[in-house]
Structure formats: C-alpha cells, structure tokens
C-alpha cells in the first residue's frame, strides 16, 4: 500500500512490513516549522549576544559578587550545621592539645536527631554518649580497649572527625571549657585496605601505613590507629605493634589507638607519655556502656560474653585453660573492677540524689527561718509602735480628763462624766475593765 500514499518515504522497519512516509500533504507544513525553528534559534543567538555584550564590562564585579555570595552561602551552611550540632568554638591553643569536654561524633548526632523526629514524641529518644577527651604533652597517646561493639572505633573516628571539623573552620559539637590545638598531619589507619591490584593482604596495607607513620610523624603529628596490630599471628603482630608505638611514643606524636592486646595495654602503663583507657561495659547484662574512662584498661570479655550467651560448660573451661591462668586473672581482675565500678555510680548517684534532696529541704528550713525572723522582727516592731501609739493616746486621755475637772473645779457632775469617759476609753483602747471605785 505504500504505492498509494504520495510522500517521501524516511525509512522502513527489518521485515519491510512497515514503512515511514511523509506525506506530500505536510510538506510545506514541516518546512514552515523548520523555518520557525531556525529563526527562534538565530533570534536566541542574537539576544543572548546582546547580553553578553552588555554584561562583559562588569565581568570583573560579576565575579566578585559570584566569589561573595558564595562565601556567604558557605558561612550560612557552617552557621546551620553548628545549630543542628550545638556546637561552639572551643578555646584555641596555639600548640597540639586535645582537652575535649562532652563532644559528641557529629554523623551520628545528625543519625539520631532525624530518627528521633521520625519516631515522633511518644518514642523512646535516642542520643549520642558524650567523651571527655585529653590529650596533652604529658599524656599524648590514648590507647583504647574493651569489648567489641563497645564504642571503641567511633571514639576514634569522633576524635579524627572532629578534629578535622575544626581545622576547616567548623565549630564542633562540644561542650563549654573545651580547648583544642591544631596539627600539622592527621594520620589515619582505619579499615580494611587490602588490594589484590597492588598485591596487598590484610596486614601488608597496616604495615604500609605504619611505615609511614613513623617516617613523618613529628611532635605536631596526630596518629589515629583502629585494631592496632591485628590481621597476623597475635604475639608476633603485638611484639611489631609495641615496636611501632615506642617508636611513635619517642617522636612525641599525639595519637589515639585502639586494641586488644595485653601487651600494648601493660606498654602503655608503665611508659611515660601514654595512657590507657576503656570502654566501660556492663557485664552483668552484656550491654556496652559506650563511656570512655582514661586511667585504665578494659577487658574484651570473651569468656564472660561466652559464657553468658550459654557457649558449652566444657568449651568454655577448655578455653580458660588454653589462655592461662595468670591472663584469666587478669581479666577477672578488670571484670571486677568494672562491677566495683558500676556499683559504685550506682552508689553515688542515690547519694547525689539524697544530697540534693537535702539542699533541698536545707533551703526550705533557712527561708522558712527567715521568713519566721522577718515576721518576728516586723510583728515585735509593729507591737512597738501600737503601743506607743496607745501610751500618747492614753496620756493625752488622762490629761484632757484632769484639764477638764480642774476647769469645772471638780464639779461633781463634770467629774462623774470626765470618769465616764475615761472609762469608756479604757474599755475601747485598752480593753480591759477600768478598777471599781
């Protein structure tokens, strides 16, 4: 049928079935839209010629109102981020220093502010565990430990996360009598960076990056190290760990590490410039606390956890026998500590609630008894002054009562009436009965 319709055949489908035409009819018609076309076009070209050539005298004012608006743009976002943060400007040092109090990972703030929006009111609100955070010359290597899902890595991320906030001009979610310095380097070793492309494992990439640590890292140098040591055979992945961290510790660079082994733990205790630090963890209900607690180190736990989530009796002792008695000591040692711990802020929570119940009641008797001393002082002066008052009125009563029986030269009747009227000012001002005659 194509035979039939008058037109320019454009093209034809694989099987020949179908085919494009153009109708003569439309021809004229399609070369009116192209001609529209093509004048909108050149019209377009001619206005936006036009425009240019008006605005390239301003070019240069066009780009520094550009350059503005933009760091307005960036100074808002940076206000409205520290809003939805609360966060604030710690006090600055112009040395390396970390003196942190209350700051919180601030992805995780955000995390848990649109949850809690989400929820609505009625839901349980979830909120991000502060850390009190020091890092000083003295003490500049924090070496982190506890259990696993403990919260050992986010403190770690929230210390490099924030400290970078900083350094770019951002205020960071802490809170008041926070100080902090700057560094020059901020050194990371967090993940897994294993590339079968380079020809790396698990632990060729740590050790990579420990080699470079120790080839830049100065005193301005912060070091941020998750797991440190893991990914080979643990004694001889602890013996190269404390190697590094000595070395580390001898650069006087600050860091933050986080570990399991008891040998970096001990390390850290009886080396000068380091110091431990755990994440606290409740074992009675296996439920980390997510509190960190500089001065000492913490357990993983790995016994007890077994041991509560109902492991068999049998491997659980086999497995107590295979580590030693002297390091099952040592972890019931910190288990204990941690419940002795626990009780304790129990202890002194309920105390700090009694205590402030008895400011309470404290206050109330002092204003109570001020309020008591007041009214006294106000009722005995007012009592003063009516009597007073009452003494004046009396003896002008009385002198009034003896003008005028002298002026009627006590005559009987006047006197019985001045006496009558005495009388009547007794009962009436002094409320008493007047003596008989």
Not at 12 to 30: D, K
Not at 119 to 130: N, S
Not at 340 to 369: H, I
Request: glycine share 6%; net charge neutral; with cysteine.
């Amino acid at each position: 049928h194509k035979r039939r319709v008058r037109g320019l055949i454009h093209d034809e489908s694989a099987s020949g079935q179908t085919v494009f035409i153009e109708p003569t009819e439309v021809f004229e018609l399609n070369n009116d839209i192209k001609d529209l076309e093509n004048a909108y076009q050149r019209e377009l070209i001619r206005i936006l010629t036009a425009l240019t050539d008006q605005l390239r005298p301003h070019l240069p004012d066009l780009r520094k109102a550009y350059g503005y608006l933009g760091l307005l743009d960036f100074i808002r976002a940076k206000a409205r981020l520290a809003r939805e943060l609360d966060a604030q400007l710690p006090e600055l040092s112009s040395k390396p220093l970390i003196r942190w109090r209350g700051v919180r990972h601030p992805v995780l703030a955000l995390t848990f502010k649109e949850q809690n929006k989400a929820a609505g009111k009625d839901a349980e609100k979830r909120e991000v565990v502060p850390l009190d955070l020091e890092l000083t010359p003295e003490r500049r290597i924090l070496v982190i430990s506890g259990p696993n899902a403990g919260g050992k890595s986010v403190s770690l991320k929230t210390v490099g996360l924030v400290q970078y906030m900083l350094q770019c001009g951002l205020l960071i979610p802490c809170d008041d009598y926070s100080e902090a310095g700057m560094f020059e380097d901020i050194l990371l070793d967090i993940g897994d960076e294993q590339s079968l492309e380079n020809d790396l494992s698990t632990y060729s990439s740590h050790l990579m990056a420990m080699k470079q640590f120790v080839t830049v890292a100065n005193k301005k140098s912060l070091i941020l190290i998750d797991e440190f040591g893991t990914g080979t055979e643990p004694s001889l992945g602890g013996a190269i760990a404390e190697a590094v961290l000595e070395q580390l510790n001898q650069a006087r660079a600050f860091g933050v590490i986080t570990t399991h082994y008891t040998n970096l733990k001990n390390f850290a205790e009886k080396t000068e410039g380091l110091v431990n630090g755990a994440m606290r963890y409740d074992p009675e209900r296996l439920q980390p606390l997510y509190r960190l607690e500089i001065g000492k180190p913490g357990s993983s736990f790995a016994i007890e956890i077994a041991r509560k989530i109902g492991l068999p009796r049998q491997l659980v002792e086999r497995a107590t026998q295979l580590v030693g008695k002297d390091k099952i000591r040592y972890d019931r040692l910190l288990e204990g500590l941690e419940k002795d711990k626990t009780e304790l802020e129990a202890k002194l929570a309920d105390t700090e609630k009694l205590q402030k119940g008895l400011r309470k009641f404290t206050q109330e008797y002092l204003d109570l008894k001020k309020h008591l001393d007041d009214t006294r002082s106000e009722t005995l002066r007012e009592a003063k002054n009516q009597a007073k008052r009452l003494l004046q009125n009396t003896n002008q009563q009385i002198e009034a009562t003896i003008s005028e029986i002298r002026s009627s030269q006590a005559d009987r009747d006047v006197t019985k009436q001045a006496r009558e009227k005495l009388e009547t000012f007794v009962r009436q001002e002094l409320r008493v009965e007047p003596p008989k005659a």
